[in-house]
């Protein structure tokens, strides 16, 4: 048997599978997926993986059951094929903000897809950016969390926007610790602004706990879907006397409401990891910078393919 690693795309995000084979030196796994015109889903690997360490990444945004179901089967498949080791990579995990039962009679999604991916066989889970760490105490097995941070931080020194006074923002408690770890590595100061959710699509800020009068801001925050909460923090930071408002979010999943409330906000640029593939208004956006973290992967699946 050949103890070797295969890198295994699924449908979500090929150009950032290309990417990152490319920087671990390997070529892409020859796989077949088809869909059936019912909405169902075939895979099959169409060489041996017997003995090998098999990545299979997969990002679970947009149509997250559909790339999630996706996922299983191929791990499963790797399973039946006689891998030694299966590591999935999801560089953004569906269902991690469902991971309290917060009233009676809610679902933990967290914890189920948890369950999933154990019975499927995964042996080890690389993620980017989980919204809650609670997450990763559901799985049996190693998770490597991973963060887009550095990957922000050389983009954002890059475009100079790294200054004395610059003061990054979260835009609201959940976002606390990840602004915090961001600002603690650009050795700049934090602010957090505390908020009140009226529903799933509107929230209502409440308070500003810091300075950023004249300041330039940096909102992070590790999700952004309907914008809502990032683009009113930043009018609260304009309405307070920011000078420069920037933005940086981990998972760009944006609805089309979204990308309107960021071309219309005090937002001048948002950076995004391409964790979620970017769709055409994303990528020609003026305000929008993806950012790849293409390297942060590859240099964590190179680590795990040296100790196999």
């Known amino acids: 048997m050949s103890r070797t690693s295969v890198l295994i795309a699924g449908t979500s995000h090929a150009l950032l599978a290309e990417e990152v084979a490319r920087q671990l030196g390997i070529s892409l796994f020859p796989v077949s997926i088809v869909r059936f015109p019912d909405g ?55 269902y991690s903000r469902q991971s309290v039962q917060e ?3 809610v679902s933990v999604a967290a914890r189920l897809f948890a369950d999933f991916l154990k019975i499927a066989g995964v042996n080890h889970l690389v993620t980017i950016d989980l919204h809650a760490e609670l997450v990763r105490s559901f799985f049996d097995f190693p998770v490597e969390h991973l963060s887009a941070r550095s990957a922000f931080i050389e983009a954002l020194q890059v475009q100079k ?48 706990l810091g300075d950023v009068k004249g300041k330039t801001v940096l909102l992070a925050d590790d999700v952004c879907s309907t914008a809502g909460t990032l683009t009113s923090a930043a009018t609260v930071c304009r309405e307070k006397g920011a000078k420069n408002i920037f933005a940086c979010v981990s998972h760009g999943l944006f609805s089309e409401e979204a990308l309107d409330l960021i071309e219309k906000s005090p937002i001048e640029r948002l950076f995004v990891s391409d ?5 055409h208004r994303t990528a020609t956006s003026t305000k ?5 973290i293409a390297n942060t992967l590859a240099f964590a699946l190179s680590r795990l393919r040296s100790s196999f």
């Open 40 to 94: 169902e889903c075939r895979v099959q690997l169409n060489e041996s993986v017997t003995g090998k360490q098999v990545f299979i990444l997969q990002s679970l945004a947009r149509a997250p059951n559909e790339r999630l179901v996706e996922a299983l089967l191929l791990v499963d498949a790797a399973r039946r094929g006689g891998a030694q080791s299966i590591v999935l990579v999801c560089p953004y995990l569906a």
């Open 103 to 105: 009233t009676e009679g």
């Open 161 to 208: 926007i790294v200054k004395d006074d610059l003061v990054v923002v979260g835009p609201d408690l959940g976002s606390a610790k990840l602004a915090s770890k961001l600002s603690q590595e650009l050795g700049v100061h934090l602010a957090l602004i505390q908020k009140q959710r009226i529903d799933a699509h509107k929230v209502n800020m409440l308070s500003l």
């Open 275 to 279: 964790s979620v593939r970017p769709e």
């Open 288 to 292: 929008i910078c993806v950012v790849s």
